[in-house]
């Protein structure tokens, strides 16, 4: 399994940006993908994550309300909705594919992206 992160990049606080995650390989619609995010100097961090069935599950209290995740099968690509971005929102963001159900630790993830850098500064 491959996973590619695309939409990161710098935004004005109060901003919004959309990050993608295209999955390609052997039985994509098998897993669920999860994002996570590491600022410079911090342990990485869950963020969302949306499962086979498409249920969503939240697990940084600091996004509820402003970040969502949504899953396109046809295109086998999971996007990070971000808005009302803030500072400490700057990380670069991961998604990782774990079988079927959502996760809230990373080691439980079996494939991971590259990452894609966002920065929220003016």
């Known amino acids: 399994l491959e996973l590619v992160e695309s939409g990161g990049g710098l935004v004005q606080p109060g901003g919004s940006l959309r990050l993608s995650c295209a999955v390609s390989?052997?039985?994509?619609?098998?897993?669920?993908i999860g994002w996570f995010r590491q600022a410079p100097g911090l342990e990485r961090e869950g963020v969302l994550c949306?499962?086979?069935?498409?249920?969503?599950?939240v697990y940084a209290d600091s996004v509820k309300g402003r970040f969502t995740i949504s899953r396109d099968k046809r295109k086998s690509t999971v996007y990070l909705q971000m808005n009302s971005l803030k500072p400490e929102d700057t990380a670069k963001y991961y998604c990782a594919a774990a079988a079927a159900i959502c996760r809230p630790r990373s080691f439980e993830y079996d494939y991971w992206g590259q990452g894609t850098q966002v920065t929220v500064s003016s």
């Open positions: 949306i499962s086979v069935s498409g249920d969503s599950a």
């Open positions: 390989g052997l039985t994509p619609d098998y897993y669920a």
